[in-house]
Each structure stands twice: as C-alpha cells, then as structure tokens.
C-alpha cells in the first residue's frame, strides 16, 4: 500500500504540509481569516528570530494558555453520560412535579458520578464517596438530585463543610495525599467529630470500592417536601438502585487497579455505554408523614441518619438509562452545573441544615468555576423548556434581551415574561421557636445506627471494614487520634473495637468516647 505519509506533502525544510481537500473544511483562525501554514511561525528570517507581528501564532498560543478552568472545589474528578428518566408508578397523590406524576414520558438527563477528595486527573479508584448528581430536563425547569452513593452524610450543619473538606484533601503544607483519607488531618477531624461515626462505618466498608459505577447505589440523602394539587406536603428521600446491583473490589484488586488503569472506572463506563451495553437504575422513594416522622427514635432533618427500610419501606417508580456518552468531555462532563436549589413546583425543601446550606454553595462556587453569571446558557445546562425572565448582559451574553423593555411590570412590551400563577411557591410551613446557633437534641445520637450499619454487615464484610479501619489508622502518625477512634468504636461494637485496638498495636482499650444520648439496638 502507498505510505500514509505522501512525499508530496512534504515542505522544503521536511515539515508536513496536508493541503485542503475532498470534505476538509479550510484552517482558520477564530475570526474566520484562512490560514495557509499551521507548522511555521512568521520569522524575520528562516533560521531568524520570530515576529511579534505573527497574530496568527499570538492567538493560537493564547487560546491554549487560557483551556483550563478551575477544577470543582470537590467532586473534580468525574464521569458524565445522557440518558432518560421514565415514571412507571405516579406519585400524584403526593406532588404536582409532572416528572413524577406523568408516567410513560422519557424525561431527559445528564448524570455525572465522581469522587470526592481527588483533584480531576487522580485515579478512579482510591477510597472515597462516589457523588452521584442527576439532571433532569423536565418540563417544568430542571430538577437536579444531587446525591452521594451513602445515605448518609459526615455532617450535620453545613457550616462544618470547609472544615470537613479542608482535613480531607490533600495537607496544606506538603501537597499531600491527593486522593485517599489515610492521614492524619482527616482522622484528627473525624476523631474530634462524633456525628461523623455511622457515615464512617459506610466508608470504611467495601461501598466505597465499587467494581463499576455501573453498580452503585445513588441517593439524595436528605428529605425532601413533595406537594401535591391540594398543598398537602408528605416528605420523601430518593434512592437510585442500579439494576445490574451492587458490586465491589477487594482492597488488594482496588490497588492494583489504581496503578494499572487510573480510568479504570471511567473507560468501564464509557465501554459499556458506547457498545450499548446501557447501566439502568431503578428510582424509589421513601414517603412519610410529618407525625411519622415525629415518632421516628432519631431527626429526619440530621443528614447523618438513614430511615430504616422497616420503618419505611421503598416504592419504586421509575427507572434512568445511560445511553449516550457525551460528544465532548470538556463541554459536557466539566461545564455542568449541578444545584441542590434547581427544583420544580411540587418539589419542596426540608429544613435540614446541611441542604439549607447547600443552596448557596453551588451556585456560588460555581460562578468562579465557569466563569459568568451566564452559565446557565451552556447548552448541558441549559433547560429544555422555555425560559424567559429580565436579567440581562453579563460575561460571555449568548441570549440578549429583545427589544427596549428589561423590567417587570412594565406596560411598553406585549412579550415580556410575566409571573406564572402555576409557578413554584415554597410550603408554607409553621416555623416557632428561639433564633439561635443552636442544635436540637435530636441531633445527640451518634452511635445507633453505625451500630445497626456495621451488624447489618456480613462477617467477610465486617472483617474488611476492621481491616480497612486498621490499615487507614496505621497511617496517622498522632497516637491521640487513633485512641480517639478506638474510644468511638467501642459505642458501635466492642469486638469491631478489639480488632482495630489489637490491629493497630495499641497497649489498652482507651476509656469510651463521652456519650450525649444512650446508644441503641435498632435492629
Ligand atoms: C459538588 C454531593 C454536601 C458543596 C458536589 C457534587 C456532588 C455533591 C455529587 C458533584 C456534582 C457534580 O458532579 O458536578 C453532596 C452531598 C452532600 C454534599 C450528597 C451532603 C449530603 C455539601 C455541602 C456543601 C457542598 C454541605 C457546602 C456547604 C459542594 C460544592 C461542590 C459540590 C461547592 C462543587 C460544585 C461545582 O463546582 O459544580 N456535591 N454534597 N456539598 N458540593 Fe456537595
């Protein structure tokens, strides 16, 4: 066969020049100027100095200079897909969102799974939560469900977040470790912080190794509010359940992984969705009441607590395909914009502090992420149904107001958008009590149910979350922090405590951690 490599290409100096031809479009650059050489730049001679007259040159190298916007302060490293959501089982006795109440529509989305701790170029596989987000383009403004594959969370006020997140990347001082909890700053956080307890449990077990994000669990961890036609609200926490059902590595095969193919679970995603092979996950919810939840032994609105499936067991009433891997990475998986506040009538807010806090965060940090108040305007997120309101100009304006008329009420302009009556109206709930930076006691128990998650375990699996605790543990240099670990695992299991006080080489059993509430057997 003739070279791929055609002599005639080929340049005095034997730089390769491939001419325009057959369905090539001609080079130019970004104001549309034809360009006859991509290989040489403008020299006052050939083997001279280059000119600073070469615009050419300037504005390629420019452009290239400026690709990269700030990674997410978390979540940097993740992986995007498109897909649908289909209702099977209307919840219109509950809400008037028509994405759970019109059954046999395809809703569109955009779904991206990440890590948490990692910068955006660290391994697929260390240790950590897997960010679950969804996008949903319904037709009533999108509705996005910003979860993690743990139902629960380290915290309980948003206020500690900075904290949490600070003692979890990587240490100021030395840059280190970027993707794995094993160090001290985290455990000394963890230590100090005894809500984090059951969330710890769910880390320390094989959960956080998954085999494919393919087969992991989402959920929106927080109660939510749905309203329906008559203003009655129930409240309901979401739980995606991936179909092909949960599967994990072992630590050994997790490490080998992360050496042998740092996109391990990118490329996995990608492969399947991409040969047809598209993951599913059902959507189930959990309904209750205001009086149910009253009797509940624990607060609803502490995100460091499950509802029990015996308590509330879960309906499933729809289901999200994957199916189309995005044209373009950076356009689609870095650029969107997820926000717990992105909601849709029917669809109301708890007051569970750590949510309440999110709100403002995303949008916030995502200004200095994207860069204008206009991100809305980039295409994956962008709604699919109409919009139209009288803010206006702004960095990077793709969407100018029409016409003179940017105010509202306004008598001058026949088109302009008007209030909708149908529109979103928050629950008007009845809120009493003293103002204050104050923390209810129903926030006190810490222990019961990362008792229950660790006995709900499997004796293999129980032996992997001690050793997981053992070998993080042995990491952390400050003997304090791991007897303060020690001191908390005897409030969740006294054996599980033996095994990581005798694992870790400890010469007693420290005294127990002090205690607000009893610990108890929820199971
Ligand atoms: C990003 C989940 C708590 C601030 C994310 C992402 C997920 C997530 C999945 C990645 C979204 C994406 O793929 O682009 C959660 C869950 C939480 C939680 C489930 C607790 C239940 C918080 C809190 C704050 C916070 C309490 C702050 C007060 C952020 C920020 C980002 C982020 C700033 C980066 C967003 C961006 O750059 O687009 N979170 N998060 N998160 N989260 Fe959270």
């Given at each position: 066969p003739p070279s791929p490599f055609p002599a005639s290409e080929l340049g005095p100096a034997g730089d390769l020049h491939q001419p325009l031809s057959g369905s090539h479009p001609g080079l130019t650059t970004n104001h549309g100027l034809p360009v006859s050489d991509n290989q040489n730049s403008l020299k006052a001679f050939s083997r001279g100095p280059v000119l600073l007259e070469d615009f050419i040159l300037r504005e390629k190298i420019f452009h290239f200079d400026h690709e990269r916007i700030p990674e997410r302060?978390?979540?940097a490293r993740g992986s995007g897909a498109h897909g649908y959501f289909e209702l099977t089982d209307s919840l219109a006795d509950f809400t008037t969102a028509k994405v759970l109440t019109e059954t046999g529509i395809k809703t569109p989305l955009f779904t991206r799974i990440s890590t948490v701790a990692g910068g955006s170029g660290s391994a697929d596989t260390p240790r950590d939560v897997r960010g679950f987000a969804v996008k949903m383009y319904t037709k009533e403004g999108n509705w996005d469900l910003v979860g993690n594959n743990i139902p629960v969370f380290f915290i309980q006020d948003a206020i500690k977040f900075p904290d949490l997140i600070h003692a979890v990347k990587m240490e100021p001082d030395r840059g280190f470790p970027q993707a794995a909890s094993a160090h001290d700053t985290f455990w000394d956080f963890i230590s100090l912080t005894p809500e984090a307890m059951h969330m710890v449990m769910w880390i320390m077990?094989?959960?956080?190794?998954?085999?494919?994000?393919?087969m992991i669990e989402g959920f929106g961890i927080h109660s939510f509010r749905l309203v329906n036609a008559d203003g009655k609200s129930t409240f309901v926490k979401f739980h995606w359940r991936p179909r092909l059902g949960l599967q994990s590595t072992l630590w050994d095969e997790t490490v080998k992984i992360a050496g042998a193919d740092p996109d391990y679970h990118r490329r996995d995603l990608f492969e399947a969705i991409t040969s047809g092979a598209f993951p599913e996950w059902d959507l189930a919810v959990q309904l209750f009441s205001e009086d149910e939840a009253a009797a509940f032994p624990f607060d609803h609105l502490d995100a460091t607590k499950l509802i029990p499936e015996e308590l509330v067991p879960l309906r499933v009433i729809g289901k999200m395909v994957l199916d189309r891997w995005p044209d373009n990475f950076f356009a689609e998986t870095e650029q969107v914009a997820f926000c717990p506040s992105h909601l849709v009538p029917g669809i109301d807010f708890s007051n569970d502090p750590l949510l309440q806090g999110r709100l403002f965060s995303y949008l916030d940090t995502q200004l200095s992420r994207l860069g204008s108040p206009n991100f809305h305007q980039i295409p994956v997120n962008a709604p699919t149904c109409p919009f139209a309101n009288q803010q206006r100009d702004g960095h990077?304006?793709?969407q100018p107001q029409q016409g003179r008329v940017a105010y509202e009420?306004?008598?001058?302009?026949?088109?302009s958008a008007r209030e909708n009556p149908q529109g979103f109206r928050s629950f008007p709930a009845t809120e009493s009590g003293e103002r204050g930076r104050i923390r209810h006691d129903s926030f006190a128990d810490h222990y019961s149910q990362a008792r229950l998650f660790y006995r709900s375990q499997l004796p293999a699996e129980q032996a992997h979350l001690a050793s997981a605790l053992v070998f993080e543990l042995s990491k952390v240099a400050a003997l304090p922090i791991r007897q303060a670990m020690a001191s908390h695992l005897q409030h969740i299991d006294d054996e599980l405590a033996r095994r990581v006080v005798d694992g870790l080489g400890l010469e007693a059993m420290p005294a127990p951690a002090p205690l607000a509430r009893p610990v108890t057997d929820m199971a």
């Open positions: 302060v978390v979540h077990s094989d959960r956080t190794l998954p085999r494919s994000l393919r990077m304006q793709m009420p306004n008598s001058l302009a026949a088109d």
